[in-house]
């Protein structure tokens, strides 16, 4: 080997070193989780409390960079695109790697499935069937009968077209067939507030945004969109229970995703950073506290878990025939 390719080869095995040295020693600085919604939201909640845990496990501090647009588009673009080293994180939803794709066909602006590297499950959400306090139905049926008596009089709040909320309610009027009318709105809190106002008279909204209010009694919650009833709200059924709805069921979620490439001893080592952080005593009081339940994977089981979401809200979009763009 001559000296030229000597040197080459040398230098090569010094960077490689020098990279392993830093993977060992990962992290080294201040890490980021993105959220693609403005702060206070469910999404931002959550992303928080894990943030304190993972600043205890990794020995650096973990900040919650908020980067609200697009429903959430921005901010998974954003990450995609950074450098894959484990300092930047996404805090995915259903929206951004369940129902988004199916949607921005045009402008989505990231490979949900090619632009990222999984990490691990974080928490699943139900959302709750909210009525006005006032309104008369006080079950699902009762609801359904309101809604054929009063064809086209009952709006629905969303937090936003496209959004979990607008397709539960959109599936909703589908499978009682019964008309409704979508009333958008510029996210959940906003959503929620025009159903205790009256100005809508239902909405299915997250778990974490409307308990408050329905264990206050402003709100009346008539069931829950999860397989099983939620731990928060024991005695409001699932849409599973009441008949014609057997087959409804909405998981909204939350995961943390890396940029497609990040190192995998890096990956191992967020993952069961959030696995002892999902342990942490005040994280489980702090997400039930918030209707959210800690729900911890594998990486493996993460990326097979989106591959599931986006072939079943692609089905669902279809389906309803809901277009944003």
């Known amino acids: 080997m001559n000296k030229k390719r000597m040197l080459v080869a040398m230098t090569a095995v010094a960077g490689l070193a020098l990279m ?16 693609g919604y403005a702060a206070g939201g469910t999404t931002d909640i959550l992303a928080r409390s894990l943030a304190e845990q993972l600043a205890g496990e990794l020995k650096q501090p973990v900040i919650v960079d908020n980067k609200p647009g697009a429903a959430g588009n921005s901010a998974a673009a954003y990450v995609q695109q950074s450098s894959p080293d484990g300092y930047t994180l996404f805090m995915a939803t259903v929206s951004s790697h369940g129902i988004n794709p199916a949607l921005y066909k045009k402008a989505l602006g990231y490979d949900p499935v090619n632009g990222f590297a999984p990490v691990s499950m974080v928490a699943s959400i139900p959302l709750v069937l909210i ?40 599936m909703f009027a589908q499978n009682a067939n019964v008309k409704l009318v979508h009333v958008p709105y510029r996210g959940g809190a906003l959503a929620n507030t025009s159903v205790i106002a009256g100005e809508t008279q239902l909405s299915f909204a997250t778990l974490p945004g409307a308990l408050q209010q329905v264990k206050a009694g402003r709100l009346h919650a008539m069931a829950v969109t999860t397989k099983e009833r939620s731990a928060q709200l024991p005695g409001v059924p699932a849409m599973r229970e009441v008949q014609g709805f057997g087959g409804f069921e909405i998981n909204t979620w939350n995961a943390l995703l890396a940029p497609k490439g990040t190192p995998q001893p890096v990956i191992d080592t967020l993952n069961k950073a959030v696995t002892r952080a999902l342990a942490s005593p005040k994280l489980l009081q702090r997400f039930n ?4 339940t800690p729900t911890g994977s594998t990486p493996a089981e993460l990326s097979r878990f989106i591959n599931a979401e986006l072939n079943k809200w692609a089905g669902v979009v279809k389906d309803l025939n809901v277009k944003v763009d």
């Not at 392993?20 to 959220?35: K, N, S, W």
């Not at 309101?146 to 539960?168: F, M, R, T, W």
């Not at 506290?289 to 959210?292: I, L, M, R, S, Y």
């Open 20 to 35: 392993g040295q830093a993977l060992a020693q990962y992290p080294q600085q201040p890490i980021r989780i993105v959220v």
């Open 131 to 170: 009525t006005n306090a006032n309104l008369p139905a006080k079950t699902v049926p009762d609801l359904v009968a309101l809604a054929k008596q009063k064809a086209g009089e009952l709006n629905y709040a969303s937090s936003g077209n496209g959004s979990p909320v607008h397709l539960a309610g959109a």
């Open 289 to 292: 506290g918030e209707g959210a």
